[in-house]
């Protein structure tokens, strides 16, 4: 990939194949990374350009309570005395939804991964 430069800025890029000598590699070793909590950014290095993260503040807490609260929204369902549920399965869902209210006692709290999250039933 090449990009042009100018100014302390990127003005054009990124293309396949430089059209003049202003066109400057750009360097992509930056492939995964959580875009919740980075930037992907270009610097220009030497002669070249490069990918860089740069960190920004980004709340993980809030945004765990909030898919909390969604899934346990979606299993309200399962605790009202009419459902039509076996009590085994009504009591594996009640679990389910107090891991949920626990999770903000998780280890990794609040850095989760999606194997930190309970299972549904």
Known sequence: MF?????GKLIAGPQSKPTSGDW?????????????AFH????LVDDH????LEPFDYDFAT???????ELLSETDWTQ???SQLSASKKQDYKDYRQSLRDITSHEN?????DEDWPILP
């Open 49 to 52: 350009l490069e990918y860089y």
């Open 80 to 82: 009202v005395e009419d």
């Open 40 to 43: 992907k950014k270009l610097r």
């Open 24 to 36: 400057l590699e750009v360097i992509d070793e930056v492939l995964e990374y959580d875009f919740r």
């Open 3 to 7: 990009a042009k430069w100018e100014d």
């Open 109 to 113: 709290w609040p850095n989760l991964t």
């Open 63 to 69: 945004e765990n309570r909030q898919t909390r609260n």
